[in-house]
T-cell receptor, first 115, second 110 residues
């Protein structure tokens, strides 16, 4: 079974541009999580969805960030406009309710560089 | 504040040395506990887990025991290898999500 798929793996853009990160969770998983990882702040949970509905977006840094999950197999994280301080590795993870373990499966990440 | 606390790194060891990375947590009830590992340039991977008190999770020579008395889940390995160099994250289960520690970088030299 394929794991969590993220695209692109690397993104370099200029300040002010729109950036869209994509994620395909593991089939059958009903939770999807977006994380950001930086040296300064470590691993931060940005937002998570259950059955395509956003449950907690308190970690989203500001209005420039938005996330959607139009269906069970696809989610996007958008930054508009992007700023250099958004440079980080963004991870998507998914899990299945009812496992009793809350185990999350992570994608390989998207390394974003904003110049 | 963060309810998972793990020792700061980096932890620097020679090959075949004994490893301990401490992790303590705060929680109501008895959450599931996890260790994740992140190799350079990759995402986090589940290393081991324990779902109830006194359970011992183990994988790839690593072990951790769920200690409710001390609310701890310390990671140990008897003989580390260079290939174990990575960042290790302790985590506890929460309502619908995981709570992660800040991560501990392990550097193993030949």
């Amino acid at each position: 079974d394929a794991g969590v798929i993220q695209s692109p793996r690397h993104e370099v853009t200029e300040m002010g541009q729109e950036v869209t990160l994509r994620c395909k969770p593991i089939s059958g998983h009903d939770y999807l999580f977006w994380y950001r990882q930086t040296m300064m702040r470590g691993l931060e949970l940005l937002i998570y969805f259950n059955n395509n509905v956003p449950i907690d977006d308190s970690g989203m840094p500001e209005d420039r960030f938005s996330a959607k999950m139009p269906n069970a197999s696809f989610s996007t994280l958008k930054i508009q406009p992007s700023e250099p301080r958004d440079s980080a590795v963004y991870f998507c993870a998914s899990s299945r309710q009812g496992t009793a373990y809350n185990e999350q499966f992570f994608g390989p990440g998207t390394r974003l560089t904003v110049l | 504040g963060n309810s998972v606390t793990q020792m700061e790194g980096p932890v620097t060891l020679s090959e075949e040395a004994f490893l301990t990375i401490n992790c303590t947590y705060t929680a109501t009830g008895y959450p599931s506990l996890f260790w994740y590992v992140q190799y350079p340039g990759e995402g986090l991977q589940l290393l081991l887990k324990a779902t109830k008190a006194d359970d011992k999770g183990s994988n790839k020579g690593f072990e951790a025991t769920y200690r409710k008395e001390t609310t701890s889940f310390h990671l140990e390995k008897g003989s580390v290898q260079v290939s174990d160099s990575a960042v290790y994250f302790c985590a506890r289960g929460g309502f619908q999500k995981l709570v992660f520690g800040t991560g501990t970088r392990l550097l193993v030299s030949p």
